[in-house]
């Protein structure tokens, strides 16, 4: 079992920045893709950004491209999430996800474990 632990959201201003961290509770945290996903009120889940195992290989959504920055640090068992030029629309929770799958994937039905949510909202 894999506990996923978010924090550093909060409150913004359009243009700011904030930098999101996932601690996980397992020592072969190293062994597995992560992801962070968010969804808005009234809204589906959506992806923003992947990181593979060995932090090499990343993916973004479009959406968020150029403006967010996923990595890892496997000493520490953390992932970050590095927002900035923040916008009102990436207002939503924010969460962090892990699995172990052969390819990393986008999709937030194939992530086994999940954090509980850290909130971001971003005025105007």
């Known amino acids: 079992q894999v506990q996923l632990v978010e924090s550093g959201g909060g409150l913004v201003q359009a243009g700011g920045s904030l930098r999101l961290s996932c601690a996980a509770s397992?020592?072969?945290?190293?062994?597995?893709?992560m992801a962070w996903f968010r969804q808005a009120p009234g809204k589906e889940r959506e992806f923003v950004a992947a990181l593979n195992w060995k932090g090499i290989s990343t993916y973004y959504a479009d959406s968020v491209k150029g403006r967010f920055t996923i990595s890892r640090d496997n000493a520490k068992n953390t992932m970050y999430l590095q927002m900035n030029s923040l916008k009102p629309e990436d207002t939503a929770v924010y969460y962090c996800?892990?699995?172990?799958?052969?390819?990393?994937?986008?999709?937030?039905?194939?992530?086994?474990?999940w954090g509980q949510g850290t909130q971001v909202t971003v005025s105007s």
């Open positions: 996800a892990a699995e172990r799958g052969v390819v990393t994937t986008t999709k937030w039905d194939e992530y086994d474990y």
């Open positions: 397992t020592r072969i945290f190293s062994s597995y893709d």
